[in-house]
Structure formats: C-alpha cells, structure tokens
C-alpha cells in the first residue's frame, strides 16, 4: 500500500490577469507526487511547467482547486522539506557561494556552523568546491545553476522540485547536475520533479507528465490524460 | 526606439519619478532663494529710500553767491521737490524762566520755509504747539525751559539780540545728516550733533542773517534740500552707484560753486554692504541645498545604473547604435528637465507666494525671469549630469562582460588611500583659524572706495568641510564594514538570529552602497542642523541687537540735563501694561581726555531687567562681574578699549570728571576698575562705562535718571509706548522694541529672514527624508529579486526584515551621529566665517531643539518606512519578481 503524497493536486489551475489579458497557466491539474517518484516535467516554453513547479512548491496558490502535501504538513512548515532549483539566476549577489548555499539552512534555523558544513558536503557532491568562496558575479551562468542545484541539496528535502536546472549547462555538467539530484533524491527517499524539454534527462527518470497548452496528462490511464511512458 | 524606450519608462515610472523630484528640488530651491535674494535687495533698496528725510543737501560754497547758485543748481538738474534753508549760527540763546536766566552756549538756527514739512515730511515731528513758526528742537528747550508761547533770545555775533517767540517744540529724527559738514569726509564729521537749534520761518531767517553774512560769511550758510526722482536700480549698489554719479555729475555742472551732502548715496552704501552679505548668506545656505540636491538626484538615478547599462547591452546587442542610446537617453533628460523644471517652478511660486506674500521670483520681471531660467539651467545640467552623461559613457566605453565585473569586491579607493578626506577638513580647519583671528572681515567696503569687495576665499572653508565631511562618512561606514564584520555579526545576533553572519557579511561586501546612502543621508542632516542652528543663532542675536538698540521693550529717555529722579518710575509703572521699570542714569564722564558714555545703575536689578547677558561681559559671568559692582560702591566696569588705552589692572583707581549739580562744574571722583563690559542696552559700541547709581548720586549731588527701561512682559511695546508717549508729552523721548528692529535701517536684521528659514527649513526638511527614506528605499527596490529569493527559499518577513532593518539602523546611525557632529562644526564655522552678519558676534551657538528633534524623527521615521515597505514589498508575489528577469 502506498504511503501518503509528498503533494496532492485536485483541479489545481492558475491563472494571470484580468480580462482581455487573461491568461491560464495551468488548467485543473489532477495529480500526486509520492516519496521516490521520480518524474519529468516535459512540455514546450510557456506550456504551464515553471507554474505548475511553484504550485507544487507552495510557493504559489492556485486560482482553482486545491493543492495540499499531506505528508509534508501545512504550506508554511514546506520550507526545508521542500526545496526549487529556479530557471532564472536565483544566488544573492552580496553572498558568496558558500553562504548562498547555506542560506536555505540558516532560514531554517539550522546552527550557522552546521548549515556551513552542509554547504560544504553540498557543493563536494557537485564538484563546487573550488568555488566556495566565489562571489555569484564571478561565475559564469553554468556555474550560477550548478551552485542552486546544490543549495536546493543541502538541505536534504523531502521533495525535490527542478526548473530547467539544465537550461544554461553543458551537456557534461547537465549530467552531472541531474545525476547529483536524482542522487540526493535517492538518499533522501525524496520525490523529485525536473521540468525540462531536455530529452536526455527525461529518460533518466522513470515517469514523464506532458503538459501541453496548461494540461498535464500523466502516464496513468484516466479518462483526461494520455499515458505516454512509463 | 524612442517611443518603445519611452513606453517602458511609463510602465516603470518609479526611478525616474524620483530623479523628476530631485530636480524639481534643485530648481525650486534656486528659484525660491534666487527670488528671495532679490527681493530682499529690492527691500533694503526701499528701506533706504524711505528712511532718509533729505536726499541731498547741496550747499553754496562760500564765495559764491546763493541766488545765483541756487538757480543754476535748479537749471541743472531736475527734482521732485527742493526748499533752500539757511543755516546760521548764533552765539547763544536765553531765556527767562520766573527769576532765573537759562542760557546756552552756541547755537544753530535754521530758516525753512512754509512748505518745508510737506517736502521733506521725515525731516521734523512737532511734539508740542504749532508746526509753523520759531520751533525749538526738544532739546533746546528742556535747556532753556521754554516752553509753547514762551520768548527766547538768540544773540547773534556784532548784532543785537532778538527776541522770538517760540510756537512749538519738535524733534529733529535726521539732526545728524542736517548738520553735516557738507564735503567732509566721515572721519571729519562732527561726533555729535549741536545742542541747541531754533527753526525759523525763512523770511525771519532773511532778516537776521543776512546782516550776518556780509560780516561774518563763516557763520552763515545756504543749503538747497532736494528729494530726488527714487526710479533707481533695486539692487542698493546698482542704485548707489546711480546717485553717487548723479551727485558727481551735478557737482562737475556747478563748477565747484556747490558740493553735494549726498545723504542717499551714505545710506545706500550700508544697504550694498548688506546687500552683500545678503548674497554671501545665499551662497554659503543655498548653494549646499542645491548641490545636495543634485546629489540626491545623481544618487537617485546611480541606484538604478545596473539595470540601465543591462538594458543598454541588450539594445546594443540588438543593433542600436551608440547614437540611437544617447538620442533615448537626451529625450529622457529632457523630459526630466521639463517635468522637475516645471514643478520646481510651481513650487519656488507657491512657496514665494507663501513665504514671501508675492507670485514672482524677485521685484522686476526681469529678474523673475532671470531666476527661471538659471534654475531651469541648473535642472538641465542635474539631468544631463545624472542622465544622459552616464548612459553615453557607458554606451561607448563598456562592454557586457565589463557591465557585469564585480562592484562587490571593489578595494579601498584612491581617495581614501591618500586620505582626501582629512586633507579636506584640514583645510576647512585652516580656513576656521584664519576667520578667527583679528582682522578678518568677509566683506569689505573700505572708507571713500565705490565698490565692496567679498573675499571669497572665505567660501573655501564650508566647502572643504561639506567635502570632507561626506567622505569621512563614507571612510567610517565603509572601513567600519569592511574590518568590523565579525563585531557587528556579533551585534546584531540577537536580531538576526542564525542568519547574523550571513547579514554581516551581505552588509559588509554591501558596504559602497550602504556607505553612499548614509554620506548623503549625513550630508542632508548636516545641511538641516547648520541651517537651522545658524538660522536661530541669527535670530537669537537680530532680537539682541534691537534689544541693545532700544535697551528694553520700551524705552523712556529724558533729554541731557533733565533732573527727573528715579522716582518717576513709580509713575511710569502705573501705565497699564508696564510690568516693571528700571531707571540707569545716563551722563557723560572724562576719562582722560576722552568724553565717554556713563551709566550709573543698581547692579541687583540690572541684570534681569536690561535682559544682560554673559556674552555681555569679559572675565567672567554678567553675575560675577555685577555682583562685585553691587559689594563695593565705588566700583566700576570700563570698556575692553579703555582698559587697553589706559592700560587697567583690576583693583586699579580710575578718576573720572563728572558734572557736580551743586556747582555745575566738573569734578574728580574716583572708582575702581573692577571688571570688563562690552555691551550694555543703548550704550554706543565702543567705549563707555557703568558704575554704582547710588555711589553716583552721592558724588555728583544729583540722582537724576535719563532713561528708564520699561519691561512690557510680553504685551505689544507698541500699544505700550503710544500710552507712554500720550502720558509724557514733550518731557521725554519714547522708543519700542517693535519699531527698533525695523528702525536699525536696512541692515540685515531689518530685513524680513523669517520667510527665507521657513523656506530653508522646510527644504532641509524634503532633503533629509529625500536622502535617507527616499534613496533607501530605491536601494532596497533595487535588490527586491535578492529579497525575493529568500521569500522564495522560504525566508519569513522577520528574516528579510533582519536584512533591511539593519541596515537602515546603520544609515540612520551614521546620519544622525556624523550629521549631527558635521552639522554643529560646519555652523561653527560658518558663523565664524560670516561674523559681520552678527551684531553683536554671538557667544554660543542657539540651537533650535524642537525643529532639530522633528528632522531627526523624520528622518528615522523615513528610513523606517523605507525599510517597512522594502519588507512589505519582498513578501508580495517574490515569483512574480523572479520571472521578472
């Protein structure tokens, strides 16, 4: 028997605006992350996936429906069990790389010599650490994505959500990247969603949803979704 | 392009919103104190019209024939009004009064005609009887004891005497420019003016005179008083220069047949001297406004740098040229020229018409457009300084690669490794030393010179101290983050909690950012606390001065050889609203040869009635120094001046020649010089003396009081010197406090200042929370991504809050510390330097509590709002922040 959901989506949907300029970036959204699943985002650019992370992130709410993590607790007790690898450069510019690192942690409550310490296992398991005392501006924007996948890693999240973290990588660290975090998932027991239009790293995860125009159609056989690998 | 570019700036008005409002502040500083500066020059102008009775006194010279002088000065020139007047000189005058016989030593008769008065309206006041007639100055009758319908008698030198009677007393407010010796220059005038003066009709005057002249010529004198045409430049130097050439002109025409007494070119020259501190208060209050303004502006618009050199990149990227990026960035600079430059505008009028009671920027049209377009012109340049410079350099000289190199790890600058900033309050120390030391005067209007001259090197000091000032500030934040960021993790723990080491080390590679917030923060603090501290010392002295002018709130002086005791004042207290009455006697006592100004008080009620001051006194308190007065009788204090000329130790006997009622002659009486005294209320500046009442009485046989200070307690002086006034009669002279400040002429203190503080005030005020909320404010909107980062890495408000309230603790500190200790020295050193503004030099600074803990309170509240709302902000839809880039 299963256990409870990390997350649980029921007509979940978002959308933007007002009137004319209203936009829906997610349509009612059905779905549940479990402990261990390891699932790809795949979809076009402006498909709904980045929404659909943060919603499953809680760091967004949806406009329609409900989104709630029953194994992980209120939206407010997500933060440290649940950790985002953003698209866009996300490092704070006045910490370096360490301490960005760390910041998570430190948010968390965590003892600063401690957190320092997880930084530091966190950037070795990306072969960062080299750059440890780098400031985000001295980085390229590899570097940059590298340093946020380690962040989201250290500190050991229940749920593990990634946008595009191979975006602005090379093929060598894109591996190296995703490897690392289906690593961290694994030792963690965590469930772990990459957004990517990546070929390459969907097939190193075991399932695949496709979100096309806002809908996502997961690899179960349901009236509305299209089961497209398994 | 343009239209694209100028279509985001629609959608993104903040920054450029708050550029707009540093302009707007610039301009309308300039144009506000551009507009107050000429109009207060146009007031002094006016006042010294309006304060002399007799523009010109042009008289015959001798040997050349009147008539014929007369007609050819009136064929020479134009006036509005003239009357001829003669002047001749009697060798007394008597009377008789019951048994006794009054007479007086020379005398000076005056023939004027019928329409005298209505020509000249400032130049006589009747106290008592007619107007018309022989009139006696007061003076001279409380000599003779003549009184309305009495006969006098004037001895004229080889003619027999003839007797008058005398129709009314009046007061001659102008008796010293009326007895000028005409030509003569300042130091050859007579010290004082004569004692006895009898105005007669000019046809009596004819009669008696005449004989006189063809006899003794040397007694007999015509002079023709003209009113001239007061169509003149409302600058006093422009005007003064003016009617010095019209005198010259007019003189050059007559051949040396008349020389000109040109009492209106006299007073405009005080009015130009002032004119010109008037302007020198202008550069040295409103120029650091209008920098700091600028600063504000250029800070303003360098918060947003980054994202413009970004947005440039990708303009440049996508095939604009380096043309095409200055042509956005010169339409941008003229759309904040228009938009600030107008509402600078608007402001400067409002503000004038609030303060100053007029819609215009100064008395002529000329000037108000003049005005305008200087602080449009100084808008324009903010803008192109802050705007379209920056966006042109960086447009041709970086790259994106170089856009992006770090500001973050930036080493000590250059200026701090030479230590500028030292080198600069060194500087303004040297300039402090200078100022202080004797001889140093910033204006100077040498006797006999046409023109002033400022000594404008004077100007070095307050700005190397501004300059100095703002860069120690930044060394001391700077260095204070760089090298202290373990203490302040240490610090600010109980605050921050685990994420102190993380906000240190954020603040400390922060530390050109925070630093340049705080600078400027301390710099609008500075400029608020010296504006607002040298303001009210200048209004503490300006009350002082007309304190010292008229002694107390209202005066009563008994003409010279009156004997009314110190019993009066019983009468005087009964007059409703007279609260207390303090009787000084006022004589005259021979020190040496020297005839001095003598006072004889009581030195326990002085004090607190003359309202005297330690600044008052040297060697000690005005306590001290009246309390030895009080334990020895014959006591007595002496001027720095005579203690130097006679060379006076304490305890010294000092022999003084007083008049002894008994013998009406002079005699010795002996003191002991037993402290220094500077001022005293209606004593002359320079050298007088003040000793026991009762100590005086004694040795002289008379305890006659020439004036009596009269406290009003707060009721209108006025209103109280009118029932004074209507109760005395002709007995004595009446003054107010109230018409004293107005009466010291055209000098500074007469000039309204009260709306030039509001203004700067209020400005000082806008530049503070501009400089420290504003400036913060775009500080934190500027890094609202790094914020939203840590809302989305789940960080709590408390925990960004940890981020901006400290600091904004650490702005507020340094503004507040720094700002407070510059603002104090540079007021220091600005009264130092501008010391011929004060009259007397002030002893202490007068510091403003009130208005300075307001601008405090203001400035931490705007810096906490900032920070409330930089935190608000973060927490608001940080995804949508996120995605923003």
Same mark, same amino acid.
């Given at each position: 028997?299963?256990?409870?959901?990390?997350?649980?989506?029921?007509?979940?949907?978002?959308?933007?605006?007002?009137?004319?300029?209203?936009?829906?970036?997610?349509?009612?959204?059905?779905?549940?992350?479990?402990?261990?699943?390891?699932?790809?985002?795949?979809?076009?650019?402006?498909?709904?996936?980045?929404?659909?992370?943060?919603?499953?992130?809680?760091?967004?709410?949806?406009?329609?429906?409900?989104?709630?993590?029953?194994?992980?607790?209120?939206?407010?007790?997500?933060?440290?069990?649940?950790?985002?690898?953003?698209?866009?450069?996300?490092?704070?510019?006045?910490?370096?790389?360490?301490?960005?690192?760390?910041?998570?942690?430190?948010?968390?409550?965590?003892?600063?010599?401690?957190?320092?310490?997880?930084?530091?296992?966190?950037?070795?398991?990306?072969?960062?650490?080299?750059?440890?005392?780098?400031?985000?501006?001295?980085?390229?924007?590899?570097?940059?994505?590298?340093?946020?996948?380690?962040?989201?890693?250290?500190?050991?999240?229940?749920?593990?959500?990634?946008?595009?973290?191979?975006?602005?990588?090379?093929?060598?660290?894109?591996?190296?990247?995703?490897?690392?975090?289906?690593?961290?998932?694994?030792?963690?027991?965590?469930?772990?969603?990459?957004?990517?239009?990546?070929?390459?790293?969907?097939?190193?995860?075991?399932?695949?949803?496709?979100?096309?125009?806002?809908?996502?159609?997961?690899?179960?056989?349901?009236?509305?979704?299209?089961?497209?690998?398994? | 392009?343009?239209?694209?570019?100028?279509?985001?700036? @629609?959608?993104?008005?903040?920054?450029?919103?708050?550029?707009?409002?540093?302009?707007?502040?610039?301009?309308?500083?300039?144009?506000?104190?551009?507009?107050?500066?000429?109009?207060?020059?146009?007031?002094?102008?006016?006042?010294?019209?309006?304060?002399?009775?007799?523009?010109?006194?042009?008289?015959?010279?001798?040997?050349?024939?009147?008539?014929?002088?007369?007609?050819?000065?009136?064929?020479?020139?134009?006036?509005?009004?003239?009357?001829?007047?003669?002047?001749?000189?009697?060798?007394?005058?008597?009377?008789?009064?019951?048994?006794?016989?009054?007479?007086?030593?020379?005398?000076?008769?005056?023939?004027?005609?019928?329409?005298?008065?209505?020509?000249?309206?400032?130049?006589?006041?009747?106290?008592?009887? #007619?107007?018309?007639?022989?009139?006696?100055?007061?003076?001279? *009758?409380?000599?003779?004891?003549?009184?309305?319908?009495?006969?006098?008698?004037?001895?004229?030198?080889?003619?027999?005497?003839?007797?008058?009677?005398?129709?009314?007393?009046?007061?001659?407010?102008?008796?010293?420019?009326?007895?000028?010796?005409?030509?003569?220059?300042?130091?050859?005038?007579?010290?004082?003016?004569?004692?006895?003066?009898?105005?007669?009709?000019?046809?009596?005057?004819?009669?008696?005179?005449?004989?006189?002249?063809?006899?003794?010529?040397?007694?007999?004198?015509?002079?023709?008083?003209?009113?001239?045409?007061?169509?003149?430049?409302?600058?006093?130097?422009? #005007?003064?220069?003016?009617?010095?050439?019209?005198?010259?002109?007019?003189?050059?025409?007559?051949?040396?047949?008349?020389?000109?007494?040109?009492?209106? $070119?006299?007073?405009?020259?005080?009015?130009?001297?002032?004119?010109?501190?008037?302007?020198?208060?202008?550069?040295?209050?409103?120029?650091?406004?209008?920098?700091?303004?600028?600063?504000?502006?250029?800070?303003?618009?360098?918060?947003?740098?980054?994202?413009?050199?970004?947005?440039?990149?990708?303009?440049? $990227?996508?095939?604009?040229?380096?043309?095409?990026?200055?042509?956005?960035?010169?339409?941008?600079?003229?759309?904040?020229?228009?938009?600030?430059?107008?509402?600078?505008?608007?402001? *400067?009028?409002?503000?004038?018409?609030?303060?100053?009671?007029?819609?215009?920027?100064?008395?002529?049209?000329?000037?108000?457009?003049?005005? %305008?377009?200087?602080?449009?012109?100084?808008?324009?340049?903010?803008?192109?300084?802050?705007?379209?410079?920056?966006?042109?350099?960086?447009?041709?000289?970086?790259?994106?690669?170089?856009?992006?190199?770090?500001?973050?790890?930036?080493?000590?600058?250059?200026?701090?490794?030479?230590?500028?900033?030292? #080198?600069?309050?060194?500087?303004?120390?040297?300039?402090?030393?200078?100022?202080?030391?004797?001889?140093?005067?910033?204006?100077?209007?040498?006797?006999?010179?046409?023109?002033?001259?400022?000594?404008?090197?004077?100007?070095?000091?307050?700005?190397?101290?501004?300059?100095?000032?703002?860069?120690?500030?930044?060394?001391?934040?700077?260095?204070?983050?760089?090298?202290?960021?373990?203490?302040?993790?240490?610090?600010?723990?109980?605050?921050?909690?685990?994420?102190?080491?993380?906000?240190?080390?954020?603040?400390?590679?922060?530390?050109?950012?925070?630093?340049?917030?705080?600078?400027?923060?301390?710099?609008?603090?500075?400029?608020?606390?010296?504006?607002?501290?040298?303001?009210?010392?200048?209004?503490?002295?300006?009350?002082?001065?007309?304190?010292?002018?008229?002694?107390?709130?209202?005066?009563?002086?008994?003409?010279?050889?009156?004997?009314?005791?110190?019993?009066?004042?019983?009468?005087?207290?009964?007059?409703?609203?007279?609260?207390?009455?303090?009787?000084?006697?006022?004589?005259?006592?021979?020190?040496?040869?020297?005839?001095?100004?003598?006072?004889?008080?009581?030195?326990?009620?002085?004090?607190? #009635?003359?309202?005297?001051?330690?600044?008052?006194?040297?060697?000690?308190?005005?306590?001290?120094?009246?309390?030895?007065?009080?334990?020895?009788?014959?006591?007595?204090?002496?001027?720095?001046?005579?203690?130097?000329?006679?060379?006076?130790?304490?305890?010294?006997?000092?022999?003084?020649?007083?008049?002894?009622?008994?013998?009406?002659?002079?005699?010795?009486?002996?003191?002991?010089?037993?402290?220094?005294?500077?001022?005293?209320?209606?004593?002359?500046?320079?050298?007088?003396?003040?000793?026991?009442?009762?100590?005086?009485?004694?040795?002289?046989?008379?305890?006659?009081?020439?004036?009596?200070?009269?406290?009003?307690?707060?009721?209108?002086?006025?209103?109280?010197?009118?029932?004074?006034?209507?109760?005395?009669?002709?007995?004595?002279?009446? %003054?107010?406090?109230?018409?004293?400040?107005?009466?010291?002429?055209?000098?500074?203190?007469?000039?309204?200042?009260?709306?030039? %503080?509001?203004?700067?005030?209020?400005?000082?005020?806008?530049?503070?929370?501009?400089?420290?909320?504003?400036?913060?404010?775009?500080?934190?909107?500027?890094?609202?991504? $790094?914020?939203?980062?840590? @809302?989305?890495?789940?960080?709590?408000?408390?925990?960004?809050?940890?981020?901006?309230?400290?600091?904004?603790?650490?702005?507020?500190? @340094?503004?507040?510390?720094?700002?407070?200790?510059?603002?104090?020295?540079?007021?220091?050193?600005?009264?130092?330097?501008?010391?011929?503004?004060?009259?007397?030099?002030?002893?202490?600074?007068?510091?403003?509590?009130?208005?300075?803990?307001?601008?405090?309170?203001?400035?931490?509240?705007?810096?906490?709002?900032?920070?409330?709302?930089?935190?608000? *902000?973060?927490?608001?839809?940080?995804?949508?922040?996120?995605?923003?880039?």
């Amino acid at each position: 028997m299963k256990s409870q959901p990390l997350v649980s989506c029921v007509d979940a949907a978002r959308t933007f605006g007002r009137g004319e300029s209203w936009v829906v970036a997610v349509y009612s959204a059905t779905c549940d992350v479990y402990a261990g699943d390891r699932i790809a985002l795949v979809g076009q650019s402006g498909s709904g996936k980045s929404t659909l992370i943060h919603l499953l992130a809680g760091l967004d709410l949806p406009t329609a429906g409900t989104i709630s993590w029953p194994a992980l607790g209120a939206r407010r007790d997500l933060p440290g069990r649940v950790a985002v690898v953003f698209q866009n450069p996300s490092l704070l510019d006045p910490l370096d790389v360490t301490e960005n690192v760390a910041l998570p942690l430190l948010i968390g409550g965590m003892d600063a010599a401690q957190a320092s310490e997880r930084a530091s296992a966190a950037l070795a398991l990306l072969d960062l650490t080299d750059l440890a005392a780098k400031l985000p501006e001295e980085l390229s924007g590899g570097q940059a994505q590298r340093v946020a996948a380690a962040r989201a890693l250290a500190g050991r999240p229940k749920l593990l959500l990634a946008d595009e973290p191979t975006g602005q990588l090379d093929h060598i660290s894109g591996a190296q990247v995703i490897a690392a975090l289906i690593a961290a998932a694994d030792e963690a027991g965590a469930g772990l969603v990459i957004a990517t239009h990546d070929l390459a790293v969907s097939k190193r995860l075991a399932t695949t949803w496709r979100m096309i125009d806002g809908r996502v159609a997961l690899p179960v056989a349901r009236p509305n979704f299209e089961v497209v690998s398994s | 392009m343009i239209r694209l570019w100028l279509r985001g700036i @629609a959608r993104r008005p903040g920054r450029l919103s708050a550029v707009t409002i540093g302009v707007a502040l610039a301009v309308g500083l300039l144009a506000t104190l551009g507009g107050f500066l000429s109009s207060s020059k146009a007031t002094m102008t006016a006042r010294s019209l309006t304060k002399v009775a007799v523009d010109w006194q042009i008289e015959v010279q001798p040997n050349s024939d009147p008539t014929t002088t007369i007609n050819a000065i009136r064929s020479a020139a134009t006036f509005p009004a003239s009357e001829i007047v003669g002047y001749g000189t009697a060798n007394a005058l008597s009377s008789v009064t019951g048994s006794t016989t009054q007479t007086t030593g020379t005398a000076r008769v005056l023939g004027i005609s019928a329409t005298y008065r209505t020509s000249f309206p400032g130049s006589l006041r009747t106290l008592v009887g #007619a107007d018309q007639g022989a009139l006696l100055a007061q003076q001279t *009758a409380a000599n003779l004891h003549a009184r309305v319908g009495d006969t006098i008698t004037i001895d004229r030198p080889g003619f027999p005497p003839v007797d008058v009677r005398v129709a009314g007393v009046v007061e001659l407010p102008t008796i010293d420019s009326l007895f000028q010796i005409v030509g003569a220059p300042d130091g050859a005038q007579p010290l004082a003016p004569p004692d006895n003066v009898v105005l007669l009709r000019l046809d009596q005057w004819h009669q008696l005179f005449d004989p006189l002249a063809s006899t003794r010529p040397d007694l007999v004198r015509t002079q023709l008083h003209a009113r001239l045409n007061h169509h003149l430049p409302t600058d006093p130097a422009a #005007a003064y220069s003016t009617v010095a050439a019209r005198a010259h002109n007019l003189e050059l025409k007559l051949a040396g047949t008349a020389l000109v007494g040109d009492n209106l $070119a006299a007073t405009l020259a005080g009015a130009r001297t002032d004119a010109l501190y008037a302007q020198v208060l202008f550069l040295f209050l409103g120029a650091p406004a209008a920098i700091l303004a600028g600063l504000l502006t250029a800070m303003v618009a360098s918060s947003g740098a980054e994202r413009r050199r970004a947005e440039q990149a990708l303009l440049r $990227a996508r095939g604009a040229t380096i043309n095409a990026i200055g042509k956005v960035a010169m339409v941008e600079t003229a759309l904040v020229t228009l938009t600030g430059g107008g509402l600078g505008l608007i402001v *400067a009028l409002i503000t004038t018409r609030v303060a100053f009671g007029s819609w215009r920027l100064g008395p002529t049209t000329l000037q108000t457009v003049g005005w %305008t377009a200087g602080a449009l012109a100084l808008g324009a340049a903010i803008a192109v300084l802050v705007i379209a410079r920056p966006a042109r350099r960086d447009a041709r000289g970086l790259t994106i690669a170089g856009a992006r190199s770090s500001r973050l790890r930036a080493g000590q600058p250059r200026w701090q490794r030479i230590w500028l900033d030292v #080198a600069l309050l060194g500087g303004a120390a040297v300039v402090f030393w200078v100022t202080s030391r004797n001889g140093y005067h910033l204006v100077l209007a040498p006797e006999g010179v046409a023109t002033v001259s400022v000594s404008y090197w004077a100007f070095a000091g307050p700005v190397l101290a501004w300059a100095g000032g703002g860069l120690l500030t930044l060394r001391i934040v700077e260095t204070g983050l760089r090298r202290g960021r373990r203490p302040l993790a240490t610090a600010i723990r109980p605050v921050a909690g685990p994420l102190a080491d993380t906000v240190s080390a954020s603040l400390s590679r922060q530390r050109l950012l925070v630093a340049r917030a705080a600078a400027l923060a301390m710099l609008a603090l500075t400029f608020a606390v010296s504006t607002a501290m040298f303001n009210a010392t200048y209004r503490h002295q300006a009350e002082i001065d007309a304190v010292l002018t008229n002694g107390a709130d209202v005066t009563v002086t008994q003409p010279p050889g009156s004997t009314v005791g110190p019993a009066e004042a019983a009468r005087y207290a009964k007059i409703a609203g007279v609260s207390k009455v303090e009787p000084v006697q006022h004589r005259y006592a021979y020190v040496g040869a020297d005839l001095q100004d003598f006072y004889g008080v009581n030195p326990k009620t002085i004090v607190s #009635a003359g309202k005297l001051q330690d600044a008052y006194v040297a060697g000690g308190t005005v306590a001290t120094l009246f309390n030895r007065l009080a334990a020895q009788p014959d006591a007595i204090l002496v001027s720095a001046e005579t203690v130097r000329d006679f060379q006076l130790l304490p305890g010294d006997q000092l022999t003084l020649r007083l008049q002894d009622t008994r013998t009406n002659s002079y005699t010795n009486v002996a003191f002991h010089y037993v402290g220094v005294v500077k001022e005293f209320p209606t004593a002359p500046r320079d050298s007088f003396l003040i000793a026991n009442a009762t100590y005086v009485a004694k040795m002289t046989g008379s305890d006659a009081v020439n004036t009596f200070l009269i406290d009003a307690s707060g009721k209108n002086p006025r209103v109280i010197a009118d029932r004074l006034r209507t109760a005395l009669g002709a007995t004595g002279t009446v %003054t107010d406090i109230t018409s004293s400040r107005t009466i010291v002429g055209s000098s500074l203190t007469a000039v309204d200042l009260a709306g030039l %503080t509001r203004v700067e005030l209020a400005y000082a005020l806008a530049l503070a929370v501009a400089a420290s909320g504003l400036t913060f404010w775009l500080g934190l909107a500027e890094r609202r991504r $790094a914020f939203a980062i840590a @809302a989305a890495l789940g960080a709590r408000s408390r925990q960004v809050g940890a981020f901006v309230w400290i600091e904004a603790g650490i702005i507020a500190l @340094a503004a507040l510390v720094l700002g407070g200790a510059g603002g104090w020295a540079l007021t220091h050193l600005l009264v130092k330097v501008l010391t011929g503004v004060f009259d007397p030099a002030p002893a202490a600074l007068t510091v403003p509590i009130g208005y300075l803990a307001i601008v405090a309170a203001v400035l931490v509240g705007a810096v906490a709002v900032a920070a409330r709302a930089g935190i608000v *902000a973060s927490q608001r839809d940080p995804l949508a922040t996120l995605r923003s880039r």
